[in-house]
Each structure stands twice: as structure tokens, then as C-alpha cells.
């Protein structure tokens, strides 16, 4: 019902940023709540930041608050993380997600209430 796609991964040394971009197509942009998650080798898949479906509300794991943003462009169906100062413990495949309640609050940080996925973007930090 909804297709992700994200864009924008890559490899960056430490200290530097990178922009994240997960298209979306489907079921009216503006209507769902959207998220970000990452998962590094051997580890869980951990919540990174969330967005509300008007993007008046959002969410950051302690780990990134004050480094990454999540923002959301409604007329371009797309949502964004930007991630500043970024540390080789950033580094991870990164995942776009979103959350299909009707006009979501976008705080959730629970992956089991995303309700489809795109295939994740690489990102590594150097050290």
C-alpha cells in the first residue's frame, strides 16, 4: 500500500554530515506518521527520530538529539534526516519507515508499530 525508498547513504569521515531521503508513494503522504531506524552488524534495529504526519511533532533517540534532524516535505511525499557531526558509532544501514494510523502522533520510538519499510541505505563514518 505504501513503497519507501531511501537515498542519500554513503561513506563520511567523522565529524561530517550527511542528508538521508526516503521517498514515499502510495496512500496520501500526509495522512501517516514517518520514522527513522537504523541497525549496525550483530546489533537490534534501533529507533533514530520520528516525525508526525504534519511534522509538528518529533522524537530523537538521546544518542542523536542535537546532531540529526527529521523533517518532511508533504508536496514532495518525502522525509529527511539530517545528520551533523556524525560518529563512527553512527555508522549503520538506516531504514525509513512508516507508521499507517491515521494521522499519527509520530512519537513512536517501537518499530512493531511501523507498518512498511524501505530496504535501507548505508551509512559508514570513519574514524
Known amino acids: 500500500q505504501v513503497q519507501l525508498v531511501e537515498s542519500g547513504g554513503g561513506l563520511v569521515q567523522a565529524g561530517g554530515s550527511l542528508r538521508l531521503s526516503c521517498a514515499a508513494s502510495?496512500?496520501?503522504?500526509?495522512?501517516?506518521?514517518m520514522g527513522w531506524f537504523r541497525q549496525a552488524p550483530g546489533k537490534e534495529r534501533e529507533f533514530v527520530a520520528s516525525i508526525s504526519w504534519s511534522g509538528a511533532s518529533t522524537n530523537y533517540a538521546d544518542s542523536v538529539k542535537g546532531r540529526f534532524t527529521i523533517s518532511r516535505d508533504n508536496a514532495k511525499n518525502t522525509v529527511y534526516l539530517q545528520m551533523n557531526s556524525l560518529k563512527p558509532e553512527d555508522t549503520a544501514v538506516y531504514y525509513c519507515?512508516?507508521?499507517?494510523?491515521?494521522?499519527?502522533?509520530?512519537?513512536?520510538?517501537?518499530?512493531?508499530?511501523?507498518?512498511?519499510w524501505g530496504q535501507g541505505t548505508q551509512v559508514t563514518v570513519s574514524s
Open positions: 502510495g496512500r496520501t503522504f500526509s495522512t501517516y506518521g
Open positions: 519507515a512508516a507508521d499507517l494510523t491515521y494521522y499519527s502522533s509520530g512519537l513512536s520510538t517501537n518499530p512493531h508499530e511501523y507498518d512498511a
